[in-house]
Protein backbone atom coordinates (compact mmCIF):
# COMPACT_ATOMS: atom_id res chain seq x y z
CA UNK A 1 0.00 0.00 0.00
CA UNK A 2 1.25 3.74 -0.62
CA UNK A 3 2.45 5.30 2.62
CA UNK A 4 -0.22 7.78 1.88
CA UNK A 5 -2.64 5.53 2.55
CA UNK A 6 -1.51 3.85 5.56
CA UNK A 7 -1.28 7.00 7.18
CA UNK A 8 -4.46 8.13 6.74
CA UNK A 9 -6.58 8.42 9.92
CA UNK A 10 -9.79 6.78 10.48
CA UNK A 11 -13.07 9.20 10.49
CA UNK A 12 -13.78 9.51 14.38
CA UNK A 13 -17.36 10.00 13.05
CA UNK A 14 -17.36 6.43 11.90
CA UNK A 15 -16.15 5.04 14.24
CA UNK A 16 -17.97 5.93 17.08
CA UNK A 17 -21.13 5.38 14.74
CA UNK A 18 -19.54 1.65 14.09
CA UNK A 19 -19.59 1.38 18.08
CA UNK A 20 -23.17 2.64 18.51
CA UNK A 21 -25.11 1.50 15.26
CA UNK A 22 -25.87 -2.40 17.48
CA UNK A 23 -27.04 -0.83 20.57
CA UNK A 24 -30.42 -0.48 21.47
CA UNK A 25 -32.32 2.49 21.65
CA UNK A 26 -29.30 5.11 20.92
CA UNK A 27 -30.53 8.58 19.49
CA UNK A 28 -28.22 9.15 17.00
CA UNK A 29 -27.09 12.65 16.16
CA UNK A 30 -23.53 11.95 15.03
CA UNK A 31 -23.85 12.10 10.80
CA UNK A 32 -24.70 15.35 8.93
CA UNK A 33 -28.48 14.12 8.34
CA UNK A 34 -31.75 14.32 9.56
CA UNK A 35 -34.69 11.73 10.75
CA UNK A 36 -36.71 13.13 7.14
CA UNK A 37 -36.25 10.55 4.47
CA UNK A 38 -36.23 11.96 0.75
CA UNK A 39 -39.44 13.40 -0.28
CA UNK A 40 -41.98 11.29 -2.23
CA UNK A 41 -41.98 13.50 -5.38
CA UNK A 42 -38.44 12.99 -5.72
CA UNK A 43 -38.26 9.51 -5.14
CA UNK A 44 -41.28 9.19 -7.68
CA UNK A 45 -38.95 11.17 -10.10
CA UNK A 46 -36.38 8.01 -9.70
CA UNK A 47 -38.84 5.42 -9.63
CA UNK A 48 -40.02 6.54 -13.38
CA UNK A 49 -37.19 6.80 -14.67
CA UNK A 50 -36.30 3.32 -13.75
CA UNK A 51 -39.60 1.91 -15.14
CA UNK A 52 -38.78 4.58 -18.39
CA UNK A 53 -35.21 2.62 -19.30
CA UNK A 54 -33.15 5.00 -18.07
CA UNK A 55 -30.06 2.87 -17.12
CA UNK A 56 -27.94 2.52 -18.89
CA UNK A 57 -24.51 4.85 -19.07
CA UNK A 58 -24.36 8.78 -19.58
CA UNK A 59 -21.79 11.25 -20.21
CA UNK A 60 -19.14 11.64 -18.27
CA UNK A 61 -20.22 14.85 -17.01
CA UNK A 62 -23.77 13.87 -16.17
CA UNK A 63 -26.86 13.85 -18.63
CA UNK A 64 -27.51 16.90 -20.87
CA UNK A 65 -30.96 18.11 -19.06
CA UNK A 66 -29.46 17.95 -15.13
CA UNK A 67 -26.99 20.27 -16.34
CA UNK A 68 -29.23 22.56 -18.07
CA UNK A 69 -31.58 22.69 -14.90
CA UNK A 70 -28.56 22.80 -12.48
CA UNK A 71 -27.08 25.97 -14.78
CA UNK A 72 -30.75 27.59 -14.47
CA UNK A 73 -30.63 26.66 -11.03
CA UNK A 74 -27.07 28.44 -10.13
CA UNK A 75 -27.61 31.47 -12.04
CA UNK A 76 -31.30 32.58 -10.63
CA UNK A 77 -29.57 31.43 -6.96
CA UNK A 78 -26.48 33.91 -8.09
CA UNK A 79 -27.94 36.00 -10.06
CA UNK A 80 -25.13 35.95 -12.51
CA UNK A 81 -25.03 33.62 -15.66
CA UNK A 82 -23.49 30.25 -14.52
CA UNK A 83 -23.18 28.24 -18.19
CA UNK A 84 -23.74 24.25 -18.49
CA UNK A 85 -20.13 24.15 -19.82
CA UNK A 86 -19.02 25.14 -15.87
CA UNK A 87 -20.99 22.32 -14.60
CA UNK A 88 -19.89 19.05 -13.98
CA UNK A 89 -22.43 15.83 -12.14
CA UNK A 90 -20.34 13.78 -9.25
CA UNK A 91 -21.70 11.22 -7.58
CA UNK A 92 -22.11 13.06 -4.58
CA UNK A 93 -19.93 16.65 -2.62
CA UNK A 94 -17.64 13.91 -1.44
CA UNK A 95 -16.83 12.63 -4.69
CA UNK A 96 -16.47 16.03 -5.93
CA UNK A 97 -13.91 16.82 -3.49
CA UNK A 98 -12.04 13.83 -4.23
CA UNK A 99 -11.96 14.35 -7.99
CA UNK A 100 -10.96 18.44 -7.04
CA UNK A 101 -7.86 16.91 -4.91
CA UNK A 102 -7.35 14.47 -7.98
CA UNK A 103 -7.36 17.16 -10.48
CA UNK A 104 -4.75 19.79 -8.29
CA UNK A 105 -2.65 18.08 -5.57
CA UNK A 106 0.10 15.92 -5.41
CA UNK A 107 3.20 15.06 -3.38
CA UNK A 108 5.33 18.26 -2.52
CA UNK A 109 1.99 20.32 -2.68
CA UNK A 110 0.23 22.05 -0.05
CA UNK A 111 -3.35 22.89 0.64
CA UNK A 112 -4.36 25.37 3.00
CA UNK A 113 -7.45 24.59 5.10
CA UNK A 114 -9.73 26.62 7.06
CA UNK A 115 -10.51 24.16 10.42
CA UNK A 116 -12.48 22.87 12.15
CA UNK A 117 -13.54 21.30 9.64
CA UNK A 118 -15.14 17.82 8.64
CA UNK A 119 -12.37 15.18 7.99
CA UNK A 120 -12.86 14.04 4.80
CA UNK A 121 -11.86 17.51 3.40
CA UNK A 122 -8.43 16.77 4.64
CA UNK A 123 -7.67 13.68 3.98
CA UNK A 124 -8.81 13.71 0.19
CA UNK A 125 -4.87 15.99 0.08
CA UNK A 126 -3.59 13.96 1.81
CA UNK A 127 -4.69 10.70 0.13
CA UNK A 128 -2.95 12.16 -3.20
CA UNK A 129 0.23 12.97 -0.73
CA UNK A 130 -0.45 16.70 -0.69
CA UNK A 131 0.38 18.33 2.59
CA UNK A 132 -2.19 20.17 4.83
CA UNK A 133 -1.70 23.62 6.66
CA UNK A 134 -4.35 24.54 8.71
CA UNK A 135 -6.15 28.24 9.35
CA UNK A 136 -7.87 27.90 12.46
CA UNK A 137 -11.56 29.74 13.55
CA UNK A 138 -11.28 31.03 16.84
CA UNK A 139 -14.65 31.07 19.10
CA UNK A 140 -14.94 33.87 20.52
CA UNK A 141 -18.33 36.44 22.27
CA UNK A 142 -19.15 36.87 18.49
CA UNK A 143 -19.16 33.59 17.49
CA UNK A 144 -16.16 31.54 15.14
CA UNK A 145 -14.19 34.28 13.61
CA UNK A 146 -11.13 33.35 10.49
CA UNK A 147 -7.97 35.32 10.83
CA UNK A 148 -7.73 35.81 6.86
CA UNK A 149 -4.17 37.24 7.52
CA UNK A 150 -2.63 34.48 9.04
CA UNK A 151 -4.64 32.34 6.09
CA UNK A 152 -2.75 34.11 3.67
CA UNK A 153 0.47 34.18 5.19
CA UNK A 154 0.36 30.09 6.01
CA UNK A 155 0.12 29.88 1.41
CA UNK A 156 3.81 29.58 -0.53
CA UNK A 157 5.27 28.37 -2.81
CA UNK A 158 4.04 24.91 -3.08
CA UNK A 159 0.15 26.04 -1.91
CA UNK A 160 -2.14 24.83 -5.03
CA UNK A 161 -5.37 24.93 -3.17
CA UNK A 162 -7.02 26.98 -0.11
CA UNK A 163 -9.93 24.98 0.55
CA UNK A 164 -12.88 26.72 2.58
CA UNK A 165 -15.87 25.09 3.67
CA UNK A 166 -18.70 27.67 4.53
CA UNK A 167 -21.07 27.66 5.65
CA UNK A 168 -19.16 25.16 7.81
CA UNK A 169 -19.46 21.42 9.66
CA UNK A 170 -18.92 21.68 11.94
CA UNK A 171 -19.12 25.20 13.31
CA UNK A 172 -21.73 26.59 11.49
CA UNK A 173 -19.15 29.59 10.64
CA UNK A 174 -20.14 31.61 7.72
CA UNK A 175 -17.41 33.12 5.60
CA UNK A 176 -18.63 36.74 4.74
CA UNK A 177 -18.07 38.97 1.68
CA UNK A 178 -15.45 41.15 2.54
CA UNK A 179 -13.23 38.05 3.63
CA UNK A 180 -14.58 36.15 0.44
CA UNK A 181 -13.28 38.88 -1.98
CA UNK A 182 -9.99 39.36 0.07
CA UNK A 183 -9.23 35.48 -0.15
CA UNK A 184 -10.10 35.50 -3.93
CA UNK A 185 -7.79 38.41 -5.06
CA UNK A 186 -4.94 37.06 -2.77
CA UNK A 187 -5.42 33.53 -4.18
CA UNK A 188 -5.89 35.10 -8.32
CA UNK A 189 -2.62 36.78 -7.60
CA UNK A 190 -0.75 32.92 -6.68
CA UNK A 191 -2.16 31.46 -9.29
CA UNK A 192 -4.06 29.20 -6.25
CA UNK A 193 -7.27 27.88 -6.49
CA UNK A 194 -10.26 27.76 -4.13
CA UNK A 195 -11.93 24.93 -3.46
CA UNK A 196 -15.12 26.24 -1.88
CA UNK A 197 -16.94 23.50 -0.49
CA UNK A 198 -20.70 25.02 -0.30
CA UNK A 199 -23.44 21.91 -0.17
CA UNK A 200 -25.08 24.05 3.27
CA UNK A 201 -25.41 27.37 0.98
CA UNK A 202 -28.74 27.18 1.26
CA UNK A 203 -28.72 25.91 5.33
CA UNK A 204 -28.78 29.68 6.44
CA UNK A 205 -30.85 31.17 9.42
CA UNK A 206 -29.82 34.35 9.11
CA UNK A 207 -30.11 35.26 5.66
CA UNK A 208 -31.58 34.03 1.76
CA UNK A 209 -28.72 31.92 1.75
CA UNK A 210 -25.19 32.09 2.54
CA UNK A 211 -22.53 34.23 0.31
CA UNK A 212 -21.01 32.01 -2.05
CA UNK A 213 -17.54 32.34 -3.97
CA UNK A 214 -19.50 32.07 -7.26
CA UNK A 215 -21.51 35.93 -6.37
CA UNK A 216 -17.99 37.24 -6.95
CA UNK A 217 -15.67 35.27 -9.23
CA UNK A 218 -15.18 35.35 -12.68
CA UNK A 219 -16.39 32.09 -15.18
CA UNK A 220 -12.42 31.47 -16.22
CA UNK A 221 -11.28 32.50 -12.20
CA UNK A 222 -9.50 29.25 -10.69
CA UNK A 223 -12.30 28.39 -8.39
CA UNK A 224 -14.22 24.92 -7.82
CA UNK A 225 -17.20 25.27 -6.12
CA UNK A 226 -18.47 22.07 -4.37
CA UNK A 227 -22.04 21.06 -3.90
CA UNK A 228 -24.59 18.28 -3.19
CA UNK A 229 -28.24 17.15 -3.15
CA UNK A 230 -27.60 15.64 0.16
CA UNK A 231 -28.60 18.31 2.57
CA UNK A 232 -30.82 20.72 0.81
CA UNK A 233 -33.61 17.76 -0.24
CA UNK A 234 -32.21 14.84 1.91
CA UNK A 235 -30.83 12.84 -0.25
CA UNK A 236 -28.01 11.87 1.53
CA UNK A 237 -28.26 8.12 0.66
CA UNK A 238 -28.68 9.44 -3.47
CA UNK A 239 -24.94 10.09 -3.93
CA UNK A 240 -25.51 12.71 -6.15
CA UNK A 241 -23.27 16.20 -6.29
CA UNK A 242 -22.11 18.76 -8.69
CA UNK A 243 -19.33 20.97 -9.13
CA UNK A 244 -19.04 24.53 -10.48
CA UNK A 245 -15.94 25.41 -12.72
CA UNK A 246 -14.03 27.53 -15.19
CA UNK A 247 -15.00 25.71 -18.62
CA UNK A 248 -11.29 25.22 -19.28
CA UNK A 249 -11.28 22.06 -16.90
CA UNK A 250 -14.47 20.62 -18.18
CA UNK A 251 -12.61 18.05 -20.41
CA UNK A 252 -9.95 17.31 -17.53
CA UNK A 253 -13.02 16.99 -15.17
CA UNK A 254 -14.77 14.00 -17.71
CA UNK A 255 -11.35 11.90 -17.86
CA UNK A 256 -11.24 11.91 -14.22
CA UNK A 257 -14.74 11.05 -14.20
CA UNK A 258 -14.57 8.13 -16.40
CA UNK A 259 -11.40 6.48 -14.55
CA UNK A 260 -13.24 6.88 -11.66
CA UNK A 261 -16.99 5.82 -11.81
CA UNK A 262 -17.68 6.41 -15.65
CA UNK A 263 -20.60 8.87 -14.66
CA UNK A 264 -23.31 9.44 -11.67
CA UNK A 265 -26.19 6.94 -11.28
CA UNK A 266 -28.69 7.21 -14.06
CA UNK A 267 -31.94 7.24 -12.53
CA UNK A 268 -30.58 9.52 -9.89
CA UNK A 269 -29.66 11.88 -11.94
CA UNK A 270 -32.61 12.28 -13.28
CA UNK A 271 -34.71 12.44 -9.88
CA UNK A 272 -32.52 15.21 -9.49
CA UNK A 273 -34.06 17.02 -12.35
CA UNK A 274 -37.19 17.06 -10.08
CA UNK A 275 -35.80 18.03 -7.14
CA UNK A 276 -34.32 21.69 -8.95
CA UNK A 277 -37.34 21.77 -10.23
CA UNK A 278 -39.89 21.11 -7.40
CA UNK A 279 -38.40 21.27 -4.96
CA UNK A 280 -37.80 24.84 -3.97
CA UNK A 281 -41.09 24.69 -1.25
CA UNK A 282 -39.16 21.36 0.40
CA UNK A 283 -36.42 23.23 0.68
CA UNK A 284 -38.10 26.46 2.37
CA UNK A 285 -39.35 24.00 4.92
CA UNK A 286 -36.51 21.99 6.21
CA UNK A 287 -34.80 25.38 6.69
CA UNK A 288 -37.77 26.67 8.78
CA UNK A 289 -37.39 23.36 10.99
CA UNK A 290 -33.83 23.43 11.12
CA UNK A 291 -34.14 27.39 12.19
CA UNK A 292 -36.25 26.54 15.14
CA UNK A 293 -34.15 23.21 16.07
CA UNK A 294 -31.41 25.52 16.16
CA UNK A 295 -33.00 28.14 18.00
CA UNK A 296 -33.94 24.88 21.09
CA UNK A 297 -30.81 23.90 21.23
CA UNK A 298 -29.25 27.31 21.62
CA UNK A 299 -31.47 28.07 24.56
CA UNK A 300 -31.02 25.35 25.77
CA UNK A 301 -27.32 23.37 25.47
CA UNK A 302 -26.16 26.64 25.45
CA UNK A 303 -27.41 27.81 28.83
CA UNK A 304 -25.54 24.72 30.66
CA UNK A 305 -23.10 25.92 32.44
CA UNK A 306 -20.56 24.04 30.99
CA UNK A 307 -21.25 24.60 28.00
CA UNK A 308 -19.59 26.84 25.55
CA UNK A 309 -20.66 27.45 22.25
CA UNK A 310 -21.83 29.67 19.48
CA UNK A 311 -25.47 30.33 17.86
CA UNK A 312 -24.90 28.14 14.51
CA UNK A 313 -25.72 31.05 11.77
CA UNK A 314 -25.80 27.55 8.95
CA UNK A 315 -25.51 24.04 8.61
CA UNK A 316 -27.28 21.76 10.97
CA UNK A 317 -24.77 21.54 14.00
CA UNK A 318 -23.86 22.18 17.45
CA UNK A 319 -20.57 22.35 18.06
CA UNK A 320 -19.58 22.94 21.95
CA UNK A 321 -17.14 22.79 24.11
CA UNK A 322 -17.48 21.02 26.87
CA UNK A 323 -15.91 22.73 30.49
CA UNK A 324 -12.78 20.47 31.64
CA UNK A 325 -12.87 17.78 28.87
CA UNK A 326 -9.55 16.75 26.75
CA UNK A 327 -10.67 13.54 25.10
CA UNK A 328 -13.18 14.30 23.39
CA UNK A 329 -13.66 10.79 21.98
CA UNK A 330 -13.70 9.34 25.30
CA UNK A 331 -16.83 11.70 26.00
CA UNK A 332 -18.41 10.74 23.13
CA UNK A 333 -18.32 6.82 24.27
CA UNK A 334 -19.88 7.70 27.58
CA UNK A 335 -22.30 10.04 26.57
CA UNK A 336 -23.24 6.86 23.83
CA UNK A 337 -23.57 4.35 26.67
CA UNK A 338 -24.69 6.19 29.82
CA UNK A 339 -27.16 9.14 28.02
CA UNK A 340 -27.71 6.70 25.17
CA UNK A 341 -26.90 9.71 22.31
CA UNK A 342 -24.21 9.43 19.66
CA UNK A 343 -22.36 12.66 19.07
CA UNK A 344 -19.26 13.21 17.09
CA UNK A 345 -16.32 13.39 19.12
CA UNK A 346 -14.46 17.61 18.42
CA UNK A 347 -11.20 15.88 17.80
CA UNK A 348 -12.60 14.23 14.37
CA UNK A 349 -12.41 17.60 13.02
CA UNK A 350 -8.62 18.31 13.49
CA UNK A 351 -6.49 19.39 16.64
CA UNK A 352 -8.45 22.63 17.20
CA UNK A 353 -11.64 20.42 17.44
CA UNK A 354 -10.53 18.57 20.74
CA UNK A 355 -12.57 19.59 23.90
CA UNK A 356 -15.89 20.18 21.72
CA UNK A 357 -18.64 17.98 20.77
CA UNK A 358 -20.58 18.06 17.48
CA UNK A 359 -24.63 17.41 17.47
CA UNK A 360 -26.48 17.18 14.15
CA UNK A 361 -29.97 18.95 15.31
CA UNK A 362 -31.77 18.32 11.69
CA UNK A 363 -33.83 15.77 14.00
CA UNK A 364 -37.45 16.08 14.46
CA UNK A 365 -37.88 18.19 17.65
CA UNK A 366 -39.44 15.04 19.66
CA UNK A 367 -36.01 13.50 19.01
CA UNK A 368 -34.42 16.56 20.01
CA UNK A 369 -35.89 17.31 22.80
CA UNK A 370 -35.56 13.62 23.96
CA UNK A 371 -31.70 13.86 23.23
CA UNK A 372 -31.25 17.13 25.20
CA UNK A 373 -33.15 15.52 28.42
CA UNK A 374 -31.08 12.49 28.20
CA UNK A 375 -27.56 14.58 27.43
CA UNK A 376 -28.76 17.10 30.62
CA UNK A 377 -27.25 15.01 33.53
CA UNK A 378 -23.97 14.09 31.54
CA UNK A 379 -23.18 17.49 30.12
CA UNK A 380 -24.68 20.50 32.08
C1 LIG B 1 -18.73 20.00 4.62
C2 LIG B 1 -19.24 18.87 3.82
N1 LIG B 1 -18.87 18.76 2.55
C3 LIG B 1 -19.31 17.76 1.78
C4 LIG B 1 -20.15 16.81 2.28
C5 LIG B 1 -20.52 15.71 1.36
O1 LIG B 1 -21.83 15.44 1.18
P1 LIG B 1 -22.25 14.29 0.16
O2 LIG B 1 -21.05 13.48 -0.14
O3 LIG B 1 -23.30 13.51 0.88
O4 LIG B 1 -22.77 14.99 -1.04
C6 LIG B 1 -20.55 16.86 3.61
C7 LIG B 1 -21.40 15.82 4.22
O5 LIG B 1 -21.51 15.68 5.40
C8 LIG B 1 -20.09 17.94 4.40
O6 LIG B 1 -20.44 18.06 5.68
Given at each position: MRPAVTQLRDSLIRRISDEGMGLDDVIPLWFGEGDDTTPDFINDAAVASLRAGQTLYTPNRGIPPLRQELSTYMTGLHGRPIDPSRITVTASGMAAIMIAAELLLEAGDNMVVVTPVWPNCVETAHIMGAETRHAFLSLGGDGWRLDLDNLID???????VVFVN??????GWVMDRGQQVALLEACRKRGVTIVADEVYERLAYEQARAPSFLDIAEPEDRLIAVNSFSKSWS????RLGWMTHAPEIGQALAMLQEYNIAAPTTFVQHAGITALRDGEAYVAEIVDRYRRNRDVVYQRLGAWPRIRMARPEAAFYAFFAVDGITDSYALAREVLHKAKVGLAPGAAFG?????YMRLCFAATPETLSKALDRLEPALA
Open positions: LMDDNTRSPGNPTMTGWPAGEG
